[in-house]
C-alpha cells in the first residue's frame, strides 16, 4: 500500500513537472509575442475595414466599405480607387513580422475588374539600409489573375525560392553587400496595376499558415496596419522630389508643370549644355552611371531607352528586376524612333515587362511613329512627333498643319513632343559639302527660323521640344558657335512661357495688321501668353523678309486679340522687364500695339499676381544673358551680311543701298555698345534692329538666289545662309554648261511596255478607306501624247478621311549610275489640277542624293510646272571587304500624300559638263523685290551649270527618313498590275516601307 502510494505521488509529480515545463513554454512564447508555425485568418466580417490603399501619387480612395457577400450574412471588403496616371496600386494588411521559411503560405479571395491583379509580400532586408537609414522593403509578388469580375483565389508561396531567384537583380540594384540574412515578412499587399482609370476590387477570405516571429522582444506600440501605412507615406515623401509623371495629360515634376527642352548628346559636359538651357538631353542608349550622377549634380533630367529586360516568363514577375534609385534622373523612356505597325507585338511586351520593373510607378514611355499611330500610342504615354521642317520646303505654316493633325491619328488625348533639328539635315549638309567644300561642319539652321518653328510647336499643342543635334554643341568653329548661340536664345524664350507650353491649350488666333505675321493665344491657371512670329514664305529656311529700304526706327504692329476678361492686363515681355501696353476693347476683342516688331514677341495677360511676378522673376534673372545673346547675334548678322555683299556678284546685289544698310546695322550696334553698361534696355533694342537690318539684306541675296534656280531646294546650297555665296558662284557657273545625254529611259511616258522593262516602279497602297491607280492618260500631256496619272480617291465619298497617315501611291525611276563628282541635272514636268487633301505634303518628289529634306512639293497647278532639282553624285563607299565600290545610283521618287491626282511627264537626268558657249541664265532685275510666288519660281526654265570641284567629304550618312515614314529607297514593282508585296531593296537592304500594308511577313534577300 505505501509502495503503490509512493508511486501514485512519483506519478503525479511527474505529471506535475510535465505540466509546469508546458505552461511555462507557453508562457514564454506569449511573453516573447511568438507563434511557432501559427496560422492566420481574416474574413472580414467587419464592421472595421482591415487593409490600408498605399499612397501613391494621382490615386483616390473612392470608397472602402464592408459588404455583404451574399445572403448568408458572410462579407468582404470592397474598395473604389481612381487614379489619373499610370501606376501600380497597393492593398495592404498587416501580419506580424515573420521568419521566411519554406512553409510560408498565403491565400485571399479576390474580385476585380482590372485584371492582372496579384498577391505579394512585403519583405523586410536589414543588411542594406535606404537613404533614411532604415532597411530596406520589397514586395515578393504571386502569380497574377486570370479572370476579371469573378471571384478566384491568389496565393503566394515559395518565399526563399523566390528570393534566391530575385537576389542577383537586387544585388544589381542595391549593391554586392545584398544578403537575404536577417529578411522578414512584415505585410501582404494586393498589387493591382492601373492606367488612367476607375477599379472596383473586393477582398475576402485572406489565410496564412508557417507564421514564425523572430527571436527576441518586440515591443509594438502601434498597429501593424499603421506601421506600413507609415512607411509607404516615408517612401513616397522621400522620393517626391524626384517624381516626375503624366497628371491629365501634363507632364509634371516635382508637382509642377514641365517643359522638356532636350538636346541629343553628343558627348558635352552636362553643365555646358545646362548654361545653354536645356533640362533634359536625349540619349540613344540607356544611361551609364556616371552620367546618371553627372546629371544629378547638373540639375538635367535624362530621355533614354530602358536597360535590357531579361527574357523571362511574365508569369513569374518575382524574376524581373526592379530599378533602383539610381535611375531617378530618367525622365522618359524613350522606346525607340519610327515605329510602324509591325512593330507593336514587341513594343507591347516590351512596355509591360518595362511597367512591371519600373517601381517609379507613372514614369512617361515615349516613341515616335511613323504608321500605325493609334495602335501604337495604347501603348506609350506621349508621342513624339518627327519631321524635318527648318531647311527644307515645308512651310511653317504648313508644319503647324501637320502637327495639329498628329492627335487624329494617335489615342485621343495623347499629348505630343515635338523635334526640331538645330542644323541642317545631313544629306543636305553632304551635297553642300560636295558641291562647294562648305558644310562638313555641318550648317546651322537659322535662329529666327528656330526660334518660329519653336513657337509654331507650341502653338500646336506640343507638350515639349526635343532637338536634334548630329555634332556637339561646345566646339569652337563657326557653325557650333552659331548653332550655340541659336538655341540658347530659343531656350530662353521658352524658359519664360515653359509654364504655358506644358500645360496651356490653344484658346483663339490673334489678328496682326502684318499679313507676314502669326500670333496665337495660349492659356493656362487664367493667365494667357500671345505667340507672335514671323511666318513669312520660306520662313523655315530664312525667316527675315525684305520691306525695299532701311528700316524706321519704329516697326509698329497692332493686335486684336479676342476672348481676354476684362479684369485682365497685358503685358510685353522683353528680355529685362515686363512692359504694360496700352489697349482699347474694340468690336472681335482686345487691340493693342507692339512698338518695335523684328522677328518675334510675347505677349502676357493676366490678373494674377503670382503669375506675373514669376514671369517677371525669370525675365530678370535672364537679362545679362539676354543682353550678351543680342550683342552677339547682332554681330553675326553683320559679318555675314559685310561676307556675302564682298563675295556676290553684281547681279545678286542689285541697285538696292546695300551699302548703306550696312553702314546703318554698324552704327547701331555702335550706338548700342556705348550705352549697355548704362541702359541695357535702350541697347538691346538698338541691337535688334542693327541685326533685322543686317537680316533683311541677307535675305534680300536668298531670295534673288533661290529665284535664279527656280525652288528653294533646287540645290542644296539654298537652305543655309553658311552657303548663299557658294550658291551665287554655282549660279554663275551655270551659264557656261552643256547638258549630256539623258540616262534616264522611259521619262517620257508613252508606253507602259517601255516603263516596265527599263525598271520604273510603282506601288499602290490600298486601305478600307482609300484607293488609288496609276494609268497612262493622253490628257492634256505636256509633251508628246501621254502622261502619267496617279490618282487617289476615297472608296466613300461622304466618309473621306481627314488625315492621310501614310502615301497611297508611288511612282520610282530605275537606279541611274553615274561616276562620283558628276553633277546630275534633274528634270521633270508636273500638274496637280486641284489641291491634294489629307497631307500638306501634296505631290512630293525627291531623289536619293538629297533625300526627303530636299523634297520638292506641289499642291496645285494651274498648267504644267517644270522642276528642276541639282545634285551632285556621292564617291564611292568601299567594300566591307576593302575592295573599291561604285558611287550609289540615283533615283527619284514621286509620292501622292493624299487624296487627288497628279500628272508626271518628261523626266530626265542628265549631267553637266563644262562647255565653251551655254544659255544665258535668267536674267534678275531689281524691279521686283518681292519674294515670287510657287507659281512664278517653279514656271522659269533653268539652266545648267557645273561648280568648281573641291573636296569630296565623307561625312557618315544616317538612316534615310521619309516625312512621316520610315523608309529608304526601294526598288517598288515594274508597272503592271499592282501587288501586295514589293520586292528586294537595292544592294541587298531589308528595309521594307510597305510591310504595313500586307499581312505576310517581309521577304529577305
Not at 553 to 568: D, R, S, T, V, Y
Not at 651 to 666: C, D, N, R, S
Not at 703 to 712: D, F, Q
Not at 961 to 970: F, K, Q
Request: glycine content about 6%; overall charge neutral.
Amino acid at each position: 500500500m505505501t509502495s503503490r502510494a509512493i508511486e501514485i505521488r512519483a506519478s503525479f509529480h511527474r505529471t506535475d513537472t510535465l505540466l509546469y515545463l508546458v505552461l511555462s513554454v507557453l508562457l514564454s512564447l506569449v511573453l516573447q509575442r511568438v507563434t511557432i508555425g501559427s496560422g492566420l485568418q481574416e474574413n472580414f466580417d467587419g464592421p472595421e475595414t482591415a487593409t490600408v490603399v498605399a499612397p501613391s501619387p494621382g490615386l483616390r480612395v473612392l470608397q472602402q466599405r464592408i459588404e455583404k457577400v451574399d445572403t448568408t450574412g458572410h462579407s468582404c471588403e470592397t474598395i473604389v480607387l481612381q487614379t489619373d496616371r499610370t501606376t501600380l496600386s497597393r492593398i495592404l494588411f498587416s501580419i506580424p513580422e515573420s521568419a521566411i521559411i519554406d512553409e510560408f503560405l498565403a491565400h485571399v479571395r479576390l474580385r476585380c475588374d482590372h485584371p492582372s491583379a496579384r498577391l505579394a509580400c512585403q519583405i523586410v532586408l536589414p543588411s542594406v539600409q535606404s537613404q533614411d537609414g532604415q532597411p530596406i522593403r520589397i514586395f515578393v509578388s504571386g502569380s497574377p489573375s486570370t479572370t476579371t469580375l469573378r471571384w478566384q483565389s491568389l496565393a503566394i508561396e515559395n518565399l526563399p525560392s523566390i528570393l534566391r531567384s530575385q537576389l542577383p537583380a537586387l544585388r544589381a540594384q542595391y549593391g554586392p553587400q545584398m544578403s537575404l540574412d536577417g529578411a522578414t515578412i512584415c505585410g501582404l499587399a494586393v498589387e493591382i496595376p492601373l492606367g488612367i482609370s476607375r477599379c472596383t476590387v473586393s477582398i475576402d477570405d485572406i489565410s496564412i499558415s508557417g507564421l514564425i516571429t523572430a527571436s527576441g522582444p518586440k515591443t509594438i506600440t502601434q498597429s501593424p496596419s499603421m506601421l506600413l501605412q507609415q512607411d509607404v507615406q516615408n517612401i513616397t515623401k522621400a522620393t517626391t522630389t524626384e517624381h516626375a509623371g503624366l497628371v491629365r495629360g501634363v507632364l509634371e515634376v516635382d508637382g509642377k508643370p514641365f517643359f522638356p527642352r532636350a538636346i541629343e548628346h553628343r558627348g558635352e559636359p552636362l553643365t555646358a549644355l545646362a548654361q545653354l538651357g536645356f533640362n533634359c538631353i536625349q540619349l540613344h542608349e540607356p544611361a551609364s552611371t556616371t552620367l546618371l550622377a553627372e546629371a544629378e549634380q547638373a540639375g538635367i533630367w535624362i530621355i533614354c531607352p530602358p536597360p535590357t529586360l531579361p527574357d523571362v516568363d511574365l508569369t513569374e514577375p518575382e524574376k524581373l528586376p526592379a530599378f533602383s534609385e539610381k535611375w531617378n534622373r530618367v525622365l522618359l523612356w524613350d522606346m525607340g524612333r519610327s515605329l510602324s505597325s509591325e512593330d507593336i507585338p514587341r513594343l507591347a511586351e516590351q512596355v509591360r515587362r518595362l511597367r512591371i520593373c519600373d517601381r517609379r510607378q507613372g514614369r512617361p514611355i515615349i516613341a515616335s511613329a511613323d504608321s500605325g499611330l493609334r495602335e501604337i500610342s495604347r501603348h506609350l504615354d506621349m508621342l513624339v512627333a518627327h519631321r524635318a521642317v527648318l531647311g527644307t520646303s515645308l512651310e511653317l505654316a504648313n508644319y503647324l498643319t501637320w502637327l495639329q493633325q498628329r492627335p487624329r491619328l494617335a489615342r485621343p488625348g495623347t499629348p505630343l513632343l515635338a523635334t526640331l533639328a538645330t542644323e541642317v539635315d545631313s544629306r543636305t549638309a553632304k551635297q553642300a559639302a560636295l558641291l562647294s567644300g562648305t558644310g562638313n561642319n555641318g550648317l546651322p539652321v537659322d535662329e529666327e527660323s528656330l526660334l518660329g518653328a519653336a513657337f509654331t510647336a507650341i502653338a500646336a499643342g506640343s507638350r515639349g521640344i526635343l532637338f536634334r543635334s548630329a555634332r556637339p554643341l561646345n566646339g569652337t568653329d563657326n557653325e557650333t558657335v552659331t548653332r550655340a548661340t541659336a538655341v540658347q536664345t530659343v531656350n530662353l524664350e521658352l524658359e519664360t512661357i515653359s509654364a504655358w507650353g506644358a500645360s496651356g491649350r490653344f484658346t483663339a488666333d490673334a489678328e496682326t495688321s502684318d499679313p507676314e505675321v502669326r500670333a496665337m493665344v495660349i492659356e493656362a491657371s487664367r493667365s494667357r501668353v500671345v505667340l507672335i512670329w514671323r511666318s513669312v514664305q520660306g520662313g523655315q529656311i530664312m525667316a527675315r523678309h525684305y520691306r525695299g529700304d532701311i528700316p524706321r526706327h519704329e516697326q509698329p504692329l497692332n493686335i486684336l486679340i479676342p476672348g481676354i476678361p476684362e479684369a485682365h492686363r497685358p503685358w510685353e515681355i522683353t528680355h529685362s522687364t515686363l512692359r504694360p501696353l496700352q489697349h482699347r476693347r474694340v468690336t472681335g476683342g482686345v487691340a493693342m500695339t507692339l512698338d518695335n516688331f523684328h522677328a518675334a514677341a510675347v505677349i502676357l495677360i493676366s490678373n494674377d499676381p503670382s503669375a506675373i511676378a514669376h514671369v517677371q522673376e525669370l525675365v530678370r534673372r535672364n537679362a545679362p544673358t539676354a543682353a550678351l545673346l543680342a550683342r552677339a547675334q547682332a554681330a553675326n548678322a553683320i559679318a555675314r551680311t559685310s561676307r556675302l555683299a564682298a563675295e556676290l556678284p553684281p547681279k545678286a546685289l542689285g541697285h538696292f543701298p546695300v551699302t548703306e544698310m550696312i553702314t546703318e546695322a554698324q552704327q547701331e550696334a555702335q550706338y548700342a555698345e556705348a550705352m549697355i553698361a548704362q541702359d541695357p534696355t535702350a541697347a538691346v533694342k538698338k541691337l535688334e534692329r542693327s541685326r533685322a537690318i543686317a537680316g533683311q539684306l541677307e535675305r534680300l541675296f536668298w531670295e534673288r538666289g533661290v529665284t535664279a534656280t527656280g525652288s528653294m531646294v533646287a540645290s542644296p546650297l539654298t537652305t543655309s545662309s553658311a552657303t548663299l555665296s557658294d550658291h551665287w558662284r554655282m549660279i554663275e557657273a551655270l551659264q557656261s554648261t552643256n547638258a549630256g545625254i539623258n540616262l534616264l529611259k522611259g521619262g517620257h511616258m508613252e508606253e507602259i511596255n517601255t516603263l516596265s522593262s527599263t525598271g520604273w516602279r510603282h506601288f499602290v497602297r490600298p486601305t478600307d478607306q482609300v484607293k488609288g491607280s496609276v494609268e497612262l492618260s493622253t490628257r492634256a500631256p505636256a509633251d508628246g501624247q501621254r502622261s502619267l496619272r496617279i490618282f487617289a480617291t476615297a472608296n466613300n465619298s461622304e466618309e473621306a478621311p481627314v488625315v492621310i497617315e501614310t502615301p497611297p501611291i508611288w511612282i520610282t525611276t530605275p537606279p541611274i549610275n553615274a561616276a562620283a563628282g558628276t553633277l546630275l541635272e534633274i528634270v521633270a514636268k508636273v500638274r496637280v489640277p486641284n489641291p491634294i487633301k489629307g497631307s500638306v505634303d501634296g505631290l512630293l518628289v525627291f531623289d536619293s542624293y538629297g533625300g526627303p529634306a530636299l523634297a520638292e512639293r506641289v499642291n496645285k497647278t494651274e498648267s504644267w510646272r517644270r522642276l528642276v532639282l541639282y545634285r551632285i553624285v556621292p564617291p564611292a563607299q568601299p567594300g566591307s571587304d576593302g575592295s573599291p565600290g561604285e558611287p550609289p545610283p540615283l533615283t527619284v521618287t514621286f509620292a501622292l500624300t493624299g487624296l487627288g491626282e497628279a500628272q508626271i511627264d518628261s523626266v530626265s537626268v542628265k549631267p553637266l559638263t563644262r562647255g565653251s558657249v551655254g544659255p544665258s541664265v535668267t536674267q534678275i532685275t531689281s524691279g521686283n523685290p518681292n519674294f515670287p510666288k510657287p507659281d512664278e519660281i517653279l514656271q522659269k526654265n533653268q539652266v545648267q551649270a557645273v561648280p568648281a570641284m573641291t573636296t569630296q567629304p565623307n561625312p557618315p550618312e544616317p538612316t534615310s527618313a521619309w516625312p512621316g515614314m520610315s523608309l529608304e529607297w526601294p526598288k517598288m514593282l515594274p508597272f503592271k498590275a499592282p501587288e501586295t508585296a514589293p520586292p528586294q531593296g537595292p544592294s541587298g537592304s531589308t528595309i521594307d516601307p510597305f510591310k504595313r500594308a500586307r499581312g505576310t511577313p517581309s521577304k529577305q534577300p
